[in-house]
């Protein structure tokens, strides 16, 4: 069981090019998330997907877009790399339904540099 | 103003103190309240969930005050390996059913021999 993982762990990319950043779980979660942390700044929500085939815009959409083709994946992709959005990339996945816990399952995390 | 908000730290304490952290949010509507601990360049972990009745675990201590807007996390007998930096998180009041969670941007610990 390997919980949350993410590739890569870590990438340089010069400003325009583009990426897929992969996250997968095994855990069953309905629910998947991709977070920025950037220092001072805490985790902001990039988007989300409460189920397969379904996606949704968090606090920092704009320049990112994702796919959850599958329900155990969810596919975070930069169409054209910019400076800005040099940071640590978070993927989390959680249990749906009423009983279950509001916590969230973390992968390692991919350290992205865009110069 | 951002929804949670944390004293950044450092904190550095000898091994054995007690410290303590505080946490203000700006959302009254907010619902559930939790302490997550993020060790150097890892992932966050849950630490513990926030009951407005309080929520002890071990040497850990979490509190939750509604009419101030404030969370609490005490660590009493604190060891090295408490060394890490806390994020407060909470849930906004409106959830949209997608379990939303807010971060505060966390307090560093530095538990010193």
């Known amino acids: 069981n390997a919980g949350v993982t993410q590739t890569p762990k870590f990438r340089v990319l010069k400003t325009g090019q583009s990426m897929t950043l992969l996250c997968a779980q095994d855990?069953?979660?309905?629910?998947m998330y991709w977070y920025r942390q950037d220092p001072g700044m805490g985790l902001r929500l990039i988007h989300y997907?409460?189920?397969?085939?379904?996606?949704a815009k968090g606090e920092v959409p704009d320049g990112y877009n994702v796919s959850r083709l599958k329900k155990q994946n969810f596919l975070l992709g930069l169409e054209s790399a910019a400076p800005s959005q040099t940071s640590v990339y978070f993927c989390?996945?959680?249990?749906?339904?009423?009983?279950?816990?509001?916590?969230?399952?973390f992968g390692p995390g991919t350290r992205l540099t865009v110069t | 103003r951002k929804e949670v908000e944390q004293d950044p730290g450092p904190f550095n304490v000898p091994e054995g103190a007690t410290v303590a952290f505080n946490c203000t949010y700006s959302?009254?509507?907010?619902?559930?309240f939790f302490w997550y601990r993020q060790d150097c360049r890892k992932e966050p972990k849950l630490l513990m969930s926030?009951?407005?009745s309080g929520n002890e675990d071990g040497r850990f201590t979490a509190q939750l005050n509604r009419a101030s807007q404030y969370i609490s996390l005490l660590i009493r007998d604190s060891k090295l390996s408490d060394s890490a930096t806390y994020l407060c998180?909470?849930?906004?009041?409106?959830?949209?059913?997608?379990?939303?969670?807010?971060f505060g941007s966390g307090t560093r610990l530095q538990v010193q021999p």
């Open positions: 989390a996945s959680s249990p749906r339904g009423q009983g279950a816990s509001y916590e969230q399952y």
């Open positions: 855990m069953n979660h309905e629910y």
């Open positions: 997907s409460v189920g397969e085939g379904t996606t």
């Open positions: 959302n009254s509507a907010s619902q559930s």
């Open positions: 926030v009951y407005s």
């Open positions: 998180v909470g849930i906004p009041g409106r959830d949209t059913g997608r379990r939303a969670l807010t």
